[in-house]
């Protein structure tokens, strides 16, 4: 809209109402969504047959996270140079994409998924649980690992909906840790301040900042995917969650995993987050793991998603003695993808390995964070994020190593390297260390590149295409994250699909439901 004055023409500022009718609008639709969430949680306890559960805490944590994210303040719907996710200063209501977040709906529940759905990858021997738009699918009250047993956790390995679990003393003892996280990280007061200080931190304090995500999730979320391993258990097998998301208009879906392994257990778990490639979805994840001592933990995240998709993952663990994880994390195709990886090495000897791959190509754009904070002695973390990058797509990493006064002896080593294919390609990096001890081994480094063009001359001159002497390159530059997952048969899986990747061909499964609607499996 546009005045005259004279000869000028001039645009007219916006006024203030329409900034405060945005947010009002906003707010509204999440508060109606919480109330539907609340009265399907309210349904689903009356219906039971006489198990407790753990509604009441979940209901609980769920009004305060809907409070704190409803006091996130209107300024960060200003728009400048400091707002957005490649920005000093993230919004995260900018993130969601405020202004097309109220036309989005909540996805229909898992009841109209057909109940024989199997992710069949040839040579890949999997326990498999699938979630469909954020739905935990499968029979109610059993173990999805063996749905001859009942749900619950003793002596066996378990997989199941936290409703499905009676609230026992012993339940409870073991699963404390996860409600008194949540409530940990809800804001104090009506109004939290935006980034603790350094020396906070240091004396134990957390960043707000970091909550927001969790709590849009925590005050939303319908189910919550326990996995359990008692003291000592292996399971054999590694454990496969898919996530489906499929809707006909723009949805939201929000997912939430709890993951327990107590005293000496081991496991290898694969989350993969797919969509139909038409579907316009914004997904947010929650995955919580807890390592007790001498516990192992391989954890490969798979995100593969249409270009109308934006994924938002929050991923946190609590490591305590001698503790092993190794996480992968893995983004072959999405329009917006954004993880953010948190990792506490909480007593001495803890170890985590994270390692990371994203593939971008066209104008799409991934974010990933990592937070890895050393507050025992002998604690070692290892960093390795590795980007290739094409066309007008843009990456951006921020790695943040913390190292307690108390973590002597603390080895944190951090590196991001980016390869740059196309002119128009950016990458952008953050990495940096804060440490307060002094007997430590400590580095960071990012790079960020081309592919060798006397390589690419070398093949050339042997009789290799271009295009195929370019992707072979970027196949042997991306090897290096994909080597080191140690259950072959899913090495191989991920080798292919990566393959597949740089040759443009990457799709859904031709048996996938989700590729295939003409079946009429989906409704």
């Known amino acids: 809209m546009f005045e005259t004055?004279?000869?000028?023409?001039?645009?007219?500022?916006p006024t203030r109402i329409n900034k405060h009718a945005k947010m009002q609008t906003l707010q509204d639709t999440i508060r109606n969504w919480a109330m539907e969430t609340a009265r399907q949680r309210q349904c689903a306890c009356g219906s039971r047959s006489g198990l407790q559960g753990f509604d009441q805490d979940m209901r609980e944590i769920a009004g305060e996270a809907l409070d704190c994210f409803l006091q996130l303040p209107e300024e960060q719907f200003k728009k400048g140079s400091h707002a957005g996710m490649f920005a000093e200063t993230v919004s995260f209501w900018k993130e969601l994409g405020a202004a097309d977040f109220p036309r989005r709906t909540r996805p229909e529940a898992c009841r109209l998924f057909p109940e024989n759905f199997r992710c069949d990858i040839q040579g890949l021997d999997v326990h498999q649980v699938l979630l469909y738009n954020g739905c935990i699918c499968g029979p109610k009250g059993k173990n999805l690992l063996d749905p001859a047993q009942d749900a619950g956790l003793g002596r066996n390995a378990c997989v199941c909906r936290l409703e499905d679990?009676?609230?026992?003393?012993?339940?409870?003892?073991?699963?404390?840790?996860?409600?008194?996280?949540?409530?940990?990280?809800?804001?104090?007061g009506k109004k939290e301040s935006k980034v603790k200080t350094t020396a906070d931190f240091a004396r134990g304090g957390r960043e707000a900042g970091i909550e927001q995500s969790k709590w849009l999730n925590r005050a939303l979320c319908e189910d919550t995917l326990v996995v359990y391993l008692p003291k000592g258990f292996r399971l054999e097998k590694p454990l496969q969650i898919i996530s489906l998301c499929h809707g006909e208009k723009p949805s939201f879906v929000l997912s939430r995993i709890w993951v327990l392994l107590e005293e000496g257990a081991s496991l290898?778990?694969?989350?993969?987050?797919?969509?139909?490639?038409?579907?316009?979805?914004?997904?947010?994840?929650?995955?919580?793991?807890?390592?007790?001592?001498?516990?192992?933990?391989?954890?490969?995240?798979?995100?593969?998603?249409g270009d109308g998709c934006k994924i938002f993952h929050d991923f946190n663990v609590q490591q305590e003695r001698a503790s092993n994880l190794s996480s992968y994390n893995l983004i072959l195709n999405g329009g917006t993808t954004r993880n953010q990886l948190e990792v506490n090495l909480n007593q001495p000897e803890a170890r985590a390995d994270l390692l990371g791959l994203y593939l971008q190509d066209h104008e799409q754009k991934a974010s990933t964070q990592v937070k890895v904070n050393h507050l025992a002695p002998k604690t070692c973390s290892r960093e390795l994020f590795k980007g290739v990058v094409d066309d007008s797509a843009s990456t951006f990493f921020k790695g943040h190593v913390f190292v307690s006064?108390?973590?002597?002896?603390?080895?944190?080593?951090?590196?991001?390297?980016?390869?740059?294919?196309?002119?128009?390609?950016?990458?952008?990096?953050?990495?940096?260390?804060?440490?307060?001890?002094?007997?430590?081994?400590?580095?960071?480094?990012?790079?960020?590149?081309?592919?060798?063009?006397?390589?690419?001359?070398?093949?050339?001159s042997r009789g290799i295409a271009p295009a195929l002497a370019r992707r072979l390159l970027m196949r042997a530059y991306a090897s290096e994250i994909i080597g080191s997952i140690r259950v072959e048969s899913i090495k191989n899986w991920m080798e292919f699909l990566v393959k597949k990747r740089f040759s443009g061909q990457l799709q859904a499964c031709e048996q996938c439901v989700l590729a295939c609607p003409e079946k009429n499996l989906l409704p």
């Open 165 to 188: 679990l009676a609230d026992t003393e012993q339940n409870r003892t073991r699963l404390n840790a996860f409600f008194e996280e949540a409530r940990q990280g809800l804001c104090t």
């Open 268 to 305: 290898s778990l694969v989350e993969c987050t797919d969509s139909n490639p038409k579907a316009e979805v914004l997904a947010h994840s929650l995955t919580e793991i807890r390592l007790e001592e001498t516990a192992s933990l391989e954890y490969i995240q798979l995100q593969n998603v």
């Open 405 to 460: 006064p108390a973590a002597e002896q603390t080895e944190a080593f951090q590196s991001n390297r980016n390869l740059l294919v196309s002119p128009k390609a950016q990458a952008h990096a953050k990495p940096y260390l804060e440490i307060y001890a002094d007997d430590v081994q400590c580095n960071h480094g990012v790079t960020v590149g081309q592919l060798d063009e006397t390589a690419l001359f070398y093949m050339r």
């Open 5 to 13: 004055r004279g000869n000028a023409f001039r645009k007219k500022r």
